[in-house]
């Protein structure tokens, strides 16, 4: 055990001289928001890094700089938003996930074809198991091969179908912002369960990818562990990477706010990722009836649309289906997922991937789930809470595809 130990501090310490020191930021925890707040907070959020979904009758977690937190404390007093430290320090708890993590994965190897769901995954092991998936089970697992990221990178998904022909077709995407490692997980967990149960591939034909945004996924595991964004370069700034979930081609709004962590890009999809997502759902129009996109965090179902508070045509569907699905979820252990149209309930958004699926009028039901947090941070769970949140949502999305395609 000491040697291990041993190990495992020479490879952190190895590899923290290329990854970012969070020593001295903190994490600010306000009170709930009210609609007077929210359009303050709108405005904080293209220059400071909000973690969660801020809402009205909701606290707002924002991550701060030492530099920074003088800025963002005098802003919120002046708005007269009360708020507390939730994290006086982050540095140490990002070591501690990493060392972790780490030891969890020398000590506790991935069988082949099992996905790990006692720690996190790398890029690379996700695009291994979803290779050897598709290669142990040919008769109804196919790769979804959407071509390659900024950096060369495969964005490989799955679909798990049981050959039949005009079968209605769901999809789900995991990790389109970076530093969610609990989103994949989910991903991973729907492939295993269609492909247990010929039932749910009778039900539709399944396409999950488990990794949306593979640069900055990679990034967040090398070098930033709080890196939101993709990793294309901005012409002319310093600031690397677009938001994807702003940079989907509806009511795309164009700022060169590049530093922001929401900067939609320089077009909508001059992103290759959301480029790529995007014309799947576009040439899959026919078939699809769901989209769904796995975030984290805040316990929410969100339906469209994120630039107005006016009903969608189907809002009350859509209302009706995130509600069966939170249902499905509160029965596992008890956590109650609100669910929200993204405007009324947020602040308003254009560009974002769950508003692209519905607004092009390729799906009829479209939403984001934003996962459970955990842990000190917060912001995403100890691998220890990974299971537990993989159970409980699970479900919440087979009740969300059976509710869907009977209605």
Not at 41 to 48: A, E, G, K, M
Not at 125 to 137: D, G, K, M, R, S
Not at 181 to 190: K, M
Not at 304 to 327: C, F, K
Request: glycine share 8%.
């Amino acid at each position: 055990m000491r040697l291990l130990g041993s190990i495992i501090l020479l490879l952190v310490l190895g590899s923290a001289l290329a990854y970012k020191s969070y020593s001295g930021y903190q994490v600010l925890k306000t009170a709930p928001l009210t609609p007077a707040a929210m359009p303050y907070v709108n405005r904080l959020s293209r220059r400071f890094d909000f973690w969660g979904t801020p809402g009205v009758g909701r606290p707002a977690t924002v991550m701060v700089s030492p530099q920074d937190a003088p800025i963002v404390i005098a802003a919120l007093n002046r708005m007269r938003i009360s708020h507390e430290v939730m994290v006086a320090d982050l540095g140490p708890e990002v070591e501690r996930e990493r060392a972790e993590n780490e030891a969890l994965r020398l000590a506790l190897p991935r069988s082949p074809r099992v996905a790990a769901y006692d720690r996190f995954m790398e890029f690379e092991e996700i695009n291994a198991h979803v290779l050897e998936t598709v290669a142990a089970n040919p008769d109804i697992a196919s790769l979804v091969d959407l071509g390659l990221s900024t950096e060369g990178r495969e964005l490989l998904g799955i679909k798990l179908s049981n050959g039949a022909a005009g079968q209605k077709s769901v999809w789900f995407d995991c990790a389109i912002h970076a530093r969610e490692w609990i989103a994949p997980p989910v991903c991973l967990r729907i492939i295993d369960e269609v492909l247990a149960d010929p039932a749910l591939r009778d039900l539709a034909d399944w396409y999950i990818l488990p990794v949306a945004n593979p640069d900055g996924y990679s990034f967040s595991w090398t070098d930033d562990r709080f890196w939101r964004k993709t990793r294309r370069p901005n012409p002319g700034s310093n600031c690397i990477g677009t938001d994807p979930n702003r940079n989907f081609d509806f009511l795309w709004e164009a700022n060169d706010v590049f530093c922001s962590e929401t900067y939609p890009g320089s077009s909508a999809f001059s992103e290759p990722e959301c480029a790529a997502i995007g014309n799947f759902i576009t040439a899959n129009a026919d078939s699809l009836i769901l989209y769904v996109a796995v975030h984290s965090y805040g316990e929410l179902i969100l339906y469209p649309y994120g630039h107005t508070v006016e009903p969608a045509p189907n809002a009350a569907d859509l209302a009706a289906a995130g509600t069966v699905s939170a249902d499905a979820i509160a029965a596992v252990a008890g956590t109650r997922y609100s669910v929200e149209n993204s405007a009324a309930g947020l602040y308003f958004t254009n560009g974002a991937s769950d508003d692209f699926a519905y607004g092009s009028g390729a799906v009829l039901y479209s939403y984001t789930y934003e996962l459970s947090g955990g842990g000190l941070i917060g912001f995403n769970p100890p691998p220890s809470l990974i299971q537990p949140v993989v159970d409980e949502v699970w479900p919440g999305l087979k009740a969300l595809v059976e509710y869907t395609l009977a209605n």
